[in-house]
């Protein structure tokens, strides 16, 4: 329990140099980083067994926002069920809702409309640049900047009008249904928000100028809480993580859903221009790439939407998903979301058990601390990107 | 198709007695083991149809009897989904444990003792995640009733 | 901006005018109470309680859009020790109760309470199947604002603010801030008062008392004028009963004699017209009615 280290005589003559003794003995810290702290992205509680600044142990410690979604989604009926789902992962609101639709609709053979995929690949990837902002902006404010977490916040909130004005919520939409979308959107709409991608990626150069190629900023990050392929792979950590380690794996081009194959633009993987494959800095570098593909993504979609219903015809508010089973993955800003669907033909789903992809992403917290500093740890867990919303369900 | 789905078909050849059921209708295909050869239906999956990664652990609270559903992820090669089942009667819910050779059963193994209350034989950490220590019930079974009351403070209202 | 407790008094007192308007530029004459409760209201510290979904709509209302800093709200603490509101922004869950009481334990007088988000007000779209939710935070700590929303827009919680600001200058408090663990002082002290319990002008102790047995008194004598009053109207009825009563009986009397009479008439067999052109009979005069009072 107890360890000893030998004192450090300095050199003579060095000024202001203080003479430790010659045995310092320590013990190691058992503490909690609790449910309330300004760096762990919501209520995270992590157990912390350190030597001085070292961690030699962590457990996190999860549930803290267990909001009871999938006994819901069993109790209540399918259009009802469907606002729990944004909730769950709430920075990345459409994704997960599409996560859900598209298993009921692939259990029950629902065909959905040309125009409806391309809204729900326009939307979902307007809200994956604007998460992407927030995590980068929050991972330079554990760091201590200020300023590029204010200036992502201008650009995040230029699009969450945008995302208002097509679903009339900021946060939290309600957009995604079975069988479609719920609204249209106008030609002056589709002009703003390629105005709006456009003015997203001329302001690239200046977070990178500001946060990613700032000095402090890479000495903190390059080399630091390394998760190479192998742990992100048996630990189930997927998204940036897996990518940030140097797998090429994006389920939207994998195993493409509602007309991603339509689309070109290219998975960015580690290794970038600076740091090591599986540190934060590449993680971290990976997220603003994956926001120039989005934008790439969402001018090609909205240049060439084509016209046709919002929601497919027969789907009314009661209606029921026919007895099967179907298994869809989706992928979210975090990482790989994915629905088991269970229906039995009665008014609510028999089971629908949601992966959220920050319950598997904190878990690799256990192996991935040891060894880090303190400062280090907080730089760990702003890389990995969660939201306990997805976590606890 | 004429060819038998690759992961049922390994299977078959290596435990051809665990193998209960094979399902390749419908969108969602599965092979159902017993329980007792999950582990190692597990390795066979990863040895043979190249998969990486447990994607999912879910619990499913059927009339008769309570099912695992893994979902297995092929992720370097020939991206895909695996799926196998485990049917384990109402009364003893025990199945073993892949938290040995998969990190990912370790937090997915507990959540589904937590809500669906399958024990898994052999967990490292077999206890509740999601839900308080002195949390009673398995709130995601059928017969679930609802709190009233939690320490004090009144849950129905 | 009136406030229930203090009915007729506005929240903001201006400062009294008493010197020349050059001179009021540079000086504000007003009360000691007045000038803590505008500093108080000016630099509220937020605890950062961010739980959910809310939080980041929390965080976009302290951001350059909507900028929570214009109302001294800018610097969220980490610590409980420094904060003085407590924005509980999401969902508490039972898990997660005993640390939000604990963080409340921990904040110092004056502290406020502000439920953001449908989920604290009343568990939000949880309230009927969450079996591991909280259904409202009032039922952990004692709530000063409620604001409703899923989550709530950031010009919401910045209307949240400012109703706390105007609660904060209604309460008046000067040294305590409202501490749910003390007993509520007798209706109609001093410290009733002082605390904004009782009527915006106050009695002493003993001139209420004064008050309340004279009214008393005022009552028992209409308690007693009543009972007079009531046992009169029983005497007259009585009276009335009796006399009609005795009316009966003459009448039963007369009509018995009248029948004896009868047959004595017919032997004489005298012209039977006079008595029958008799005047009839007249009922006895009632006795006068006294109204009751």
Redesign the interface.
């Known amino acids: 329990m107890t360890t000893q280290i030998q004192g450090v005589r300095l050199d003579e003559g060095e000024r202001g140099a203080p003479l430790l003794p010659r045995d310092i003995q320590t013990e190691e810290l058992v503490f909690n980083m609790g449910p309330q702290h300004p760096s762990t992205h919501g209520v995270l509680r992590v157990m912390l067994r350190t030597d001085g600044e070292v961690v030699l142990g962590c457990q996190p410690l999860v549930g803290n926002l267990h909001r009871c979604c999938e006994k819901i989604l069993e109790c209540l009926t399918y259009t009802q069920g469907l606002p729990y789902v944004d909730r769950m992962d709430y920075l990345g609101a459409l994704n997960m809702e599409l996560g859900l639709v598209l298993a009921v609709e692939e259990a029950a053979a629902v065909e959905v409309p040309k125009r409806a995929q391309y809204l729900r690949v326009i939307l979902c990837e307007i809200n994956r640049v604007i998460s992407h902002l927030l995590a980068a902006g929050q991972f330079g404010l554990d760091a201590g900047a200020f300023t590029p977490f204010l200036y992502m916040f201008r650009e995040r909130e230029e699009g969450i009008l945008l995302l208002n004005e097509a679903t009339g919520g900021r946060l939290l939409y309600h957009y995604v249904r079975y069988g479609g979308v719920t609204r249209d959107v106008s030609d002056d709409w589709r002009r703003r928000c390629i105005e709006w991608c456009d003015t997203v990626a001329g302001h690239m150069d200046e977070y990178n100028n500001l946060l990613t190629y700032n000095h402090i900023f890479l000495n903190r990050t390059v080399g630091v809480a390394m998760i190479d392929a192998e742990t992100a792979l048996s630990y189930g950590a997927t998204g940036p993580i897996l990518r940030g380690a140097g797998v090429q794996r994006d389920l939207r081009k994998d195993m493409p859903y509602s007309s991603y194959e339509d689309f070109d633009f290219e998975i960015p993987v580690a290794p970038f221009e600076k740091g090591v494959v599986g540190d934060s800095w590449s993680r971290h570098r990976q997220r603003l790439f994956e926001i120039e593909e989005s934008l790439k993504i969402i001018k090609q979609a909205v240049d060439n939407l084509p016209e046709g219903e919002t929601q497919h015809k027969k789907i009314t508010r009661g209606w029921k998903a026919p007895a099967g089973e179907a298994y869809v993955a989706s992928e979210t800003p975090r990482g790989e979301m994915s629905t088991y669907f269970v229906s039995d033909g009665g008014k609510s789903p028999y089971r629908a058990r949601i992966r959220g992809p920050s319950f598997y992403n904190i878990a690799l917290l256990t192996e991935t601390a040891r060894g880090l500093l303190i400062g280090d740890l907080i730089m760990l867990v702003g890389s990995l990107d969660f939201t306990l919303g997805d976590c606890d369900r | 198709m004429s060819e038998r789905w690759p992961p049922a078909a390994a299977l078959e050849e290596a435990l051809p007695d665990a193998v209960e059921e094979v399902s390749e209708e419908g969108p969602h295909k599965f092979v159902r083991v017993r329980a007792d050869q999950i582990v190692k239906a597990a390795r066979i999956l990863r040895e043979s149809c190249g998969v990486d990664m447990l994607h999912q652990v879910s619990g499913v609270d059927y009339e008769d009897r309570f099912e695992v559903v893994y979902h297995f992820a092929r992720v370097k090669s020939d991206p895909g989904f695996v799926c196998l089942k485990v049917s384990v009667p109402r009364d003893n819910p025990v199945v073993p444990t892949l938290a040995h050779d998969w990190a990912t059963a370790n937090w997915g193994e507990r959540e589904t003792w937590d809500l669906v209350g399958i024990r898994f034989e052999g967990h490292p950490h077999p206890y509740r995640i999601m839900l308080p220590e002195d949390w009673e019930g398995h709130p995601l079974r059928k017969d679930y009733e609802f709190p009233t009351d939690y320490h004090g403070i009144d849950c129905t209202e | 901006m009136t406030d229930a407790t203090r009915p007729g008094r506005p929240a903001y007192m201006p400062p009294p005018q008493r010197f020349d308007p050059e001179l009021e530029q540079t000086i504000l004459v007003t009360k000691a109470e007045w000038l803590i409760d505008w500093c108080r209201k000016s630099s509220i510290w937020p605890l950062?309680?961010?739980?959910?979904?809310c939080?980041?709509?929390m965080i976009?209302t302290a951001?350059?859009?909507f900028d929570l800093s214009r109302f001294g709200a800018e610097v969220?603490r980490?610590t409980p020790r420094q904060a003085d509101v407590m924005i509980v922004a999401?969902?508490v869950?039972?898990?997660?109760?005993a640390?939000v009481r604990r963080?409340w334990d921990q904040m110092s007088s004056p502290k406020w309470v502000i439920a953001m988000g449908a989920c604290t007000v009343g568990?939000g779209?949880?309230?009927?199947?969450?079996?591991?939710?909280?259904?409202g935070v009032d039922?952990?700590v004692p709530v000063d604002i409620y604001l409703p929303g899923?989550?709530p827009?950031p010009e919401a919680l910045i209307e949240a603010i400012m109703r706390l600001q105007e609660l904060m200058h209604a309460r008046g408090y000067l040294l305590n801030g409202k501490d749910p663990g003390y007993t509520p002082p007798e209706k109609g002290s001093r410290q009733a008062v002082k605390d904004g319990l009782s009527p915006a002008d106050p009695w002493t102790t003993e001139q209420a008392r004064k008050h309340d047995d004279k009214k008393r008194a005022a009552e028992e004598e209409q308690a007693r004028k009543k009972a007079e009053a009531a046992k009169k109207k029983a005497e007259d009825a009585a009276r009335k009963k009796a006399a009609e009563e005795q009316a009966a009986a003459e009448e039963k009397a007369a009509e018995e004699k009248a029948a004896e009479a009868k047959p004595a008439a017919e032997e004489k067999a005298a012209p039977a017209e006079e008595p029958e052109t008799g005047k009839p009979v007249e009922p006895p005069a009632e006795p006068p009615r006294e109204e009751p009072e």
């Not at chain 3, 950062?48 to 979904?53: E, N, R, T, V």
């Open positions: 950062g309680f961010g739980l959910a979904c939080a980041i709509e976009s951001m350059t859009r969220f980490a999401g969902t869950t039972h898990k997660m109760a640390r963080l568990g779209p949880y309230f009927k199947y969450g079996y591991h939710i909280v259904k039922k952990i899923c989550p827009r």
